[in-house]
Nanobody
Framework: VQLQASGGGLVQAGGSLRLSCVASGRTFSRAWFRQAPGKEREFVAAISWTGGSTDYADSVKGRFSISRDNAKNTVYLQMNSLKPEDTAVYYC???????????????????WGQGTQVTVSS
């Protein structure tokens, strides 16, 4: 399975962006991670296979929303009220877990997209 992320760009603080991640095949639990310059990759949001469960990092809770369209093998990350500290390369990931749970650890995901740059100016 290959993942293709898109939707990144340059936006002013307070603005919004919507990231998309299309999979070449069927996938199960999905997530977004991000990596800022000089920092480790960190968890952002996750969604279960059915979409019934979601999880967010505290830093984005209430501002970001993850959703999925399984008919299109696509996961979305709606990012609102963006802050300069949200600047990072955003990576989508897919796991082999088909349950109703969500997962936060990188080693729980086997497929990764190439990343899309999000830059938030102050």
């Amino acid at each position: 399975v290959q993942l293709q992320a898109s939707g990144g760009g340059l936006v002013q603080a307070g603005g919004s962006l919507r990231l998309s991640c299309v999979a070449s095949g069927r996938t199960f639990s999905r997530a977004w991670f991000r990596q800022a310059p000089g920092k480790e990759r960190e968890f952002v949001a996750a969604i279960s296979w059915t979409g019934g469960s979601t999880d967010y990092a505290d830093s984005v809770k209430g501002r970001f929303s993850i959703s999925r369209d399984n008919a299109k093998n696509t996961v979305y990350l709606q990012m609102n009220s963006l802050k300069p500290e949200d600047t990072a390369v955003y990576y989508c990931a897919a796991s082999l877990y088909s349950g109703t749970y969500t997962y936060r650890r990188m080693d729980q995901y086997v497929h990764w997209g190439q990343g899309t740059q999000v830059t938030v100016s102050s």
